[in-house]
Structure formats: C-alpha cells, structure tokens
C-alpha cells in the first residue's frame, strides 16, 4: 500500500477515510481493530477499541473512540456523514490477543477475548455482518486498511503479513 494518503489511527482512537485513504493502527495486543466498508463508496472505517465497555470510565469526559460500545455507533455515524449506508457496510477485526498468561482464570483478565465479544456484539447489534478476522492468540499486530479496495493488511512479528 502507497504511504500517500496514510490516515493514522491513534490507541483508544479512530477516524474514516473516502476513496484513497490508507487507515493505520499500531500495537494491537489486547485492543481490537474494528473496520468498516462501504464498497460502492468506498468508504472505510477504522477503530482501535481498548476496552468493552464505557460502564467502567472513571474519567470527565468520555473517550467514545476507547470502548467497543461507544466508538463503533460514532464511527457509524461519521461514516454515514461521507455517504455510506449501513445496508452496505461489512466489518473485520483484528487484534483481541490474550497478551499474558495468568495463574487465576479470572474473567476480568482475559481483556482480549472480552474486546473481540464486545465488538462482535455490537455488530450485531447494527446488523452488520462480519466479513473476515484476524483475532486472539498472543502476539500483536499492526494493521492497514485501504479505502479504495477494502482491504485489511496485517502485519505480526510471528506471523509476517497476511490480506484479509
């Protein structure tokens, strides 16, 4: 992918690109990399998710961009305001990795899995279907999604790069 048009995507973070915008996130281990694509308008998406939900924010104003359940509906909305229609719109994830391995099986700990559930449930929830996934293990990844063509580069120390 060209480096020209290269939109990056911050952790707790996430932006939408029109036609010939590259999205990129870095350091997903536990966080997740939802993105969305309108094809007939070529219109993407991309959000780097680190929790599942807003229930927990303890700060004053909420970083909607930081919780599966706030950032996907905002990154809805601002992809709507380009033109996309949800109808049309597919998702793929990536990240979600169990990081480190705990003596106590404690829900609270496994923050991976809980962020891929959280944003599949989401989905959902909008009715908007899943279309490939690159998600859990226990490395992390980089990845670079292309507006024009939709797809979903990720890249990993362990496993090199793969397309979605």
Avoid: W
């Amino acid at each position: 992918m060209t480096q020209t048009n290269l939109i990056k995507v911050g952790m707790a973070d996430l932006n939408v690109a029109r036609l010939t915008g590259v999205l990129k996130t870095t350091g997903l281990g536990s966080c997740v990399g939802v993105t969305l694509f309108d094809a007939r308008q070529k219109i993407a998406g991309m959000a780097h998710v680190m929790l599942p939900s807003s229930e927990i924010a303890k700060e004053g104003s909420l970083n909607v961009a930081k919780y599966a359940d706030t950032a996907l509906p905002e990154m809805i909305r601002r992809m709507k305001e380009l033109g996309a229609s949800m109808d049309r719109m597919e998702a793929k994830l990536a990240g979600g990795a169990q990081m480190f391995a705990f003596a106590t099986g404690s829900d609270t700990m496994r923050i991976g899995p809980r962020n891929v559930d959280a944003c599949k449930e989401m989905l959902k929830k909008f009715s908007i279907p899943i279309k490939a996934e690159d998600t859990g293990g226990n490395y992390g990844r980089t990845i670079e999604f292309d507006s024009e063509t939709g797809i979903l580069v990720i890249r990993s120390v362990n496993f090199g790069v793969k397309e979605l």
